[in-house]
């Protein structure tokens, strides 16, 4: 509902100026939580659903709805602080929005819980196991933004939300009591 009406309405446009995550120092305190809830076009939006559907609803059924919310909006706040940092130390001026670390990091989780889960990802024409699609995510979010090879991507962010999920997991694993 904020995709439609952020993006077909001449109002809505103006909640990418209050929402979106903008560099530093124009962030205000609810923009990396609140542009995980727009996106940069229907294909975008599309994708990040997809995503979230796909490996989400096996995620939640493992760890419960809210040990699953605590894990996703970590990986939202960590995607955007690491895009901030990564903005702020290159020179990036334009916002963020989508929602692709938190979900970047949901399937992380997933591979980590299933890492010989075959997976076909496109345009792969063959099965790739869990843990190769993810150690590949990783590769290549770090050669593109490293590269600046597609500068509309916030490839930062996908990679901060996988390290924040990877981070969070570790914690519980530590913490969390063995019966």
């Not at 209050?18 to 120092?25: K, N, R, V």
């Not at 024409?125 to 509309?152: C, E, H, N, Q, R």
Request: glycine letters at 10%; one cysteine or more.
């Amino acid at each position: 509902m904020v995709f439609a009406l952020s993006a077909f309405t001449l109002p809505g446009r103006a909640l990418y100026g209050y929402l979106a995550l903008w560099p530093l120092p124009h962030t205000q305190v609810w923009q990396p939580i609140s542009y995980a809830f727009l996106h940069g076009g229907l294909m975008h939006l599309t994708f990040n659903m997809f995503g979230l559907w796909m490996f989400g609803r096996v995620v939640e059924r493992q760890w419960g709805a809210r040990q699953y919310l605590i894990y996703y909006f970590v990986c939202v706040i960590g995607a955007a602080l690491v895009n901030l940092y990564a903005s702020y130390a290159v020179g990036h001026t334009q916002f963020t929005v989508g929602a692709s670390g938190g979900v970047l990091g949901i399937v992380l989780a997933f591979g980590l819980m299933f890492p010989d889960a075959r997976m076909v990802i496109f345009p792969i024409p063959y099965p790739v196991k869990a843990k190769w699609a993810i150690l590949g995510f990783i590769v290549v979010s770090v050669a593109l933004a490293i590269t600046d090879a597609a500068p509309s991507i916030a490839h930062f962010a996908h990679l901060g939300g996988m390290l924040f999920g990877w981070l969070l997991i570790q914690h519980w694993r530590r913490t969390t009591p063995r019966g």
